[in-house]
């Protein structure tokens, strides 16, 4: 059984109510998988009622004990590093989506500049970055779309043209994949592939010369390491 089926059966035996335990019995899967993936869905407190046994029990009751706390430490973090990095400055958000088109945009083109992604906060925030440091009017971005056949393609269009505040009209027609996206992968964020793009030939050659200037400044500063 491959991971994103066992995945996906682990998952719907939780949202069934059964414990780790019971699961285990089910799947053969280590325990740190079945943690990491069902990390998002707690079981609800009649669910907890509902198993056979104090301990198993006692373990859910732990589990959830300890995902709060977690919770409670991670917001903490956030509050510290969300006052320390924003709001970004100029350069700071130029840099910042310049190392994100580094990792993820289109470098093959000669002029399209473009990044893809399933994440919509990376799509949107390439966006703001397309508009408020390479100075793209907003207008001038088209949208693609990568779907798969078993997903409600009118649905999935209509989430993005929302998420990114971008008329339908600059969307370009979706790429639908004739596999269904159930018997591929489980994870994801649930509406697809989406592609931000500009054509501009002079923007795109300079961020890729920004890139190996960079790239090769630091490259020579990584030889001299101790």
């Known amino acids: 059984m491959t991971k994103f089926i ?20 089910t799947i053969k899967v280590s325990k740190s ?24 029990r006692a373990i859910e009751r732990f589990i959830e004990t300890m995902k709060l706390k977690r919770e409670k430490k991670l917001l903490g973090y956030y509050t510290n590093q969300k006052k320390n990095w924003t709001p970004l ?14 990792g993820e945009g289109n470098k093959a083109s000669r002029n399209t500049v473009s990044v893809s992604n399933t ?10 970055w397309m508009v408020r440091s390479l100075k793209v ?4 971005i088209k949208v693609s779309l990568q779907l798969y056949s078993d997903m409600n393609i009118d649905e999935s269009i209509d989430y993005w043209v929302k998420e990114l505040d971008i008329p339908v009209e600059q969307f370009n027609k979706s790429y639908i994949k004739t596999s269904t996206r ?45």
């Open 33 to 56: 998988s079945l943690s990491l993936w069902l990390k998002d869905i707690p079981l609800t407190e009649d669910q907890i009622k509902r198993i056979r046994g104090n301990k198993e």
């Open 182 to 226: 159930s018997l591929i992968d489980q994870k994801g964020f649930g509406h697809g592939t989406c592609n931000v793009s500009v054509q501009n030939t002079v923007i795109k050659e300079n961020l890729l010369m920004a890139i190996k200037a960079i790239a090769d400044f630091y490259s020579e500063k990584a030889k001299n390491l101790v």
């Open 6 to 25: 066992e995945r996906s059966k682990v998952r719907q035996l939780r949202k069934e109510g059964k414990s780790y335990s019971e699961i285990l019995k």
């Open 119 to 128: 994440d919509p906060n990376v799509i949107k925030f390439s966006v703001l």
């Open 137 to 140: 009017p907003k207008n001038k």
């Open 89 to 102: 400055s100029d350069r700071e958000l130029f840099l910042s989506g310049l190392f994100l088109y580094w």
